[in-house]
Each structure stands twice: as C-alpha cells, then as structure tokens.
C-alpha cells in the first residue's frame, strides 16, 4: 500500500503547486475577456491588418473608388466579409500574402494567421471582427503564459509562490492586458519573445553542461523559434542579435569552441527560412520608415529624439508597465531603507538568467529610440520579460514589510487592470462624435493613401447613410446630398485645399489622423 500513497501525496503536492499559477492564469483570463467585451471599434491600425489579410483594398496603391457611392452596408459588406469562404478562397489569400503583402515595413506572418482566423466570416459587422482578431490574441496570450511558466520553472525551480508573482506582474499590467484589443501582431510577438528567452536558456543550460548545440532537436527549434520571431516584426531582430551574442560570449568563456560556428549558421538559416515564408521579407528595405529608421540610427536631430524618447518611456513605464502602484511600493521601500538598514544586504540576490532581461530591456529602450512614434505597442512585446526582472527584486523586498501591506500592494495592482484609463484600444464609439443625422458623408482623397483612410470610418458609418470619395475639392459641392443643409467632408488634418474651398466653415478633430470639415452651400 506504500506505492499508492507515496503517488497520492506526489499528484496532491503538484496540484498544490499548480493552483496558483492556474489561478493567475484564469485572473488574467478573465481581465482579457472583460476588455474585450468593452471595445466598440476596431482601432486605427486594425482595419488595415483586415484589409491586408483579406488582400482588399485599403492600403498602398490597392485602394478605393473615387465617385462611387455607398451605404454603410455595402461598405462593411465589402470590408468585413470572408466572401470567397472555403479552402480555395483561404489559400489564394494566404498565396499572395505570401509573395506581397503590401506592407513594406511588416512581414506577413501575422497577417497569415489574421486570414486563417478570419475564415468563414459572413457578418458585416464590428463586433464580429472583435471578436475574431481578439480570440486569435488569446490563443497567443495562452501559449504565452504557457512559455513563461516554463521558463520561470527553470530559472526558479521548486518556488512556486515567486513564479505566481513574477506571472501577475508580467500578464496583469496594462500594457500585456491591453495587446489583446489589437489587430495588429505585438502579442504574437510577445509570445515568440518568451519562447526565444526560453529556448535560449536551455541552450545556455546545454553549454554548462558540455552538451552540444548541433543536436538535431537544439538546432531545429532554434531555427523554427528565431524565423518565426523575425517574421513578426523587423525590429524583433534586435533581441534575437543580441541573445545570440550573450550565447556566444558564454560558449568562450566555457570553452565550447566547437559551438561558436552553430550562431552565424542559426542566423543565416532563420533568414532563409524567413523568406521561404514570405518572399518580400527584404521588402522592408525600399520602405519609407526604413529611412527615417536609418536617419535616427546615424545621429538625426537626436536631441529632440532623445527628450521624446525619455519622456515616452517615463510616461508608459511609470502608467503602464510599473504603474503607480508598484512605483509607490519602490519609493516608500527606498524611503524605508534610509531609516532602517536591511538584516541581509540587497545585492546578495543575484536573477538567474539576467542577461536575458538586460537584453529584454536594452531592445525596448533601443526601439523606443528608432521608433518614428513612441507609442506603447512597439516594445510591448519584451514587457512581460522586463517585469520578471522587476518581480524578482519586488518579492524580495515584499517579503520584508508586513504580509498585510504586501497584499494591499498585489490587491492594488490587480484592481488597477480593471481601470479603463491606463487601458488602450479599448475604443469607445461615444468617444467620436458622428453626423448620423447626415444623408451622405463625403470623404477628401487626393491620392491613394487619403482614400485608404475609408477604412478608419467603415465603422461609423449607418446602414442606410452614404459616402463617397472626391479627389478634387471642387466635387463636394457635386456629391453633396440635397437634403443636408452642412455637408460633412472628412480628410486629413489642416488641409490648405478643404479650407480654401468656398462654403467651407470649420474643421474639428477626428481621430489622431483626420478632421472633419462642415461646409455649407445655401
């Protein structure tokens, strides 16, 4: 009866083990799907990701007719809708996002998997949209945690309460939370960081060993892992470099000379299977943000770009990625540490793995740097690896204040992911005022890129309510409905041409790319 018991206590102790995690996992579960629920429109960028995926106009040269008049409804029908549905219509798709996806400055991964989850959608609505784009985030943010459980196992092996924590705090800030309202490809990436960090550290596990890294297993999931993360974002690029070079510095210092030659072989396969997946990977290079990419990496007007880049990362990590809470939590044990001096010294405690995190860090700082806009998305991907590093030093000063203001502290932060205002792509109609009393809306469209802008509006527009496109300034009047006495022209913002146009009264703000303009003609 021995072998029974001693099985029983086994499965109990892992349950007993499990249940945090779990718990963690079904919290963040739970946030996701709240907010979720809470998005009414799809945000600016996330039209764009349906039109690429759908390979319909809205982007690049592939646009929308000028003159052509249509309802809200058979606008949505046109933008919304899978309507080649099966097999046949999935793998054209996915072929020609495979040889060109219009968008220069992204490969097509994400977009591929956009298209598979948006198969068979026969509703021309938002909502369903939402729901689609954001169920694939999910998925994504399942196989994330997933990831990092694993790799916080192996970087604190048997202490389940510190991985508990180091979870919280890398799937319940607002930035992780908030990944999951887009259309866009940061969670997938985000997953694919974690994965990397973990494959890495088995490999690093591998080298202290004296194990080699050719194993066929080793170089397999590398190659699968590395090719996947470039091919969710250019600038992914720069952590992949960087790990590597920590994983070669080691493989020296451990005189595993026979392993230095496996990098530049894993770097080179990863961009030839990456241009086996989309064949316009190098696309990125004749982009136009390429350019301003460069200009930013050779010095240009770097002090202006300095002070942005400081303020952009001051703001989101001190709103989103620390958020006030903990920030609190770090000047009063700062404060405290002034008056009273610790029973053990502080740097005693080393992290495990901290050369993953550094590098975590020092890519959201670098793109923070060459990034043309300094918005949250574009380093949110290494958010969750940051904050392992940032959980780690928090559980250990938590653990030397009362167990009562330790939960104040968690319980705090848990509730400040329910909070709508550090909470982004949460997109609320009432936040756009909209003419609905209006017969027919006239969008401004000079060139291929104004006219691409339909798609910010597909939204908004009712389903008996008309628009249409001009190219020239002089057809709103031609256009216009006779029954709207102010007729409404969206287009860029301040633009010369709507204002010098004869009737025009006033231009307010849209959203963060276009203004609407009133005219009146009687």
């Known amino acids: 009866m021995e072998k029974p018991t001693s099985l029983s206590a086994h499965r109990a102790q892992k349950i007993f083990r499990a249940w945090p995690i779990l718990l963690v996992f079904f919290l963040a579960l739970l946030t996701r799907l709240y907010w979720i629920h809470e998005k009414e ?38 933008c ?16 020609a996002l495979h040889h060109d996806n219009r968008d220069g400055s992204h490969a097509s991964l994400y977009y591929m998997a956009l298209r598979c989850a948006l198969t068979g959608v026969d509703t021309p609505s938002t909502d369903m949209l939402i729901r689609r784009s954001c169920g694939l985030n999910l998925v994504f943010f399942g196989l994330s945690f997933l990831s990092m459980t694993l790799l916080l196992h192996m970087l604190f092996p048997g202490k389940t309460m510190l991985t508990t924590f180091c979870l919280l705090l890398a799937y319940m800030n607002p930035v992780s939370v908030s990944n999951v309202l887009q259309a866009r490809e940061y969670l997938m990436a985000e997953w694919l960081f974690v994965l990397w960090a973990y494959w890495c550290l088995r490999a690093a596990a591998r080298i202290h060993n004296q194990q080699t890294l050719w194993a066929p297993g080793t170089f397999t999931g590398g190659l699968a892992i590395s090719a996947a993360l470039l091919s969710c974002g250019y600038f992914n690029a720069l952590f992949f470099g960087f790990s590597l070079l920590c994983l070669a510095v080691y493989s020296f210092r451990q005189h595993a000379y026979k392993d230095l030659g496996f990098y530049p072989v ?33 010095g240009g007007d770097w002090l202006s770009n300095l002070r942005l880049t400081v303020i952009g990362l001051g703001y989101i990590t ?20 002034l008056v009273r001096k610790p029973k053990q010294p502080f740097h005693s405690h080393r992290l495990p793995g901290a050369w993953l995190f550094v590098c ?5 700082v670098i793109v923070m740097w060459m990034a043309n806009w300094k918005a949250t998305r574009y380093i949110s991907p290494s958010v969750p690896l940051c904050l392992v590093a940032v959980a780690y030093y928090l559980a250990l000063g938590l653990q030397r204040v009362p167990k009562v203001l330790a939960g104040i502290f968690v319980a705090a932060f848990i509730a400040y992911a329910w909070c709508e205002r550090p909470m982004e792509y949460v997109n609320r109609t009432s936040d756009r005022e909209w003419p609905s009393h209006a017969k027919r809306i006239l969008l401004y469209g000079p060139d291929h890129e ?8 597909t939204h908004f527009i009712g389903d008996k309510q008309e628009i249409a496109i001009v190219e020239h300034t002089t057809d709103i009047r031609h256009y216009a409905a006779e029954e709207d006495t102010t007729v409404y022209v969206y287009g860029a913002k301040n633009s010369p041409d709507l204002q010098a146009e004869p009737g025009y009264k006033m231009e307010k703000e849209f959203n963060d790319w276009m203004s609407v303009y009133t005219f009146n003609f009687q």
């Open 450 to 457: 104004e006219k691409n802008t339909l798609l910010l509006l």
């Open 266 to 298: 894993l770097g080179i396969a990863s961009l030839l299977l990456c241009v086996l997946l989309y064949e316009g990977f190098f696309n990125f290079l004749h982009d136009a943000r390429a350019t301003e990419v460069a200009d930013k990496m050779q």
């Open 41 to 78: 429109y799809m945000y600016i960028d996330d039209p764009t990701s349906v039109s690429l995926a759908y390979n319909l106009p809205g982007w690049g040269k592939k646009t929308f007719e000028a003159g052509h008049i249509l309802t809200g409804k058979e606008l949505r029908q046109q």
């Open 318 to 337: 001190a709103l989103r990625i620390l958020t006030p809470v903990w920030g609190t939590a770090i000047i009063l044990y700062l404060v405290i540490l």
């Open 360 to 364: 975590a860090m020092a890519w959201a």
């Open 80 to 95: 919304y809708i899978d309507d080649r549905r099966g097999l046949e219509g999935l793998w054209d798709d996915l072929a």
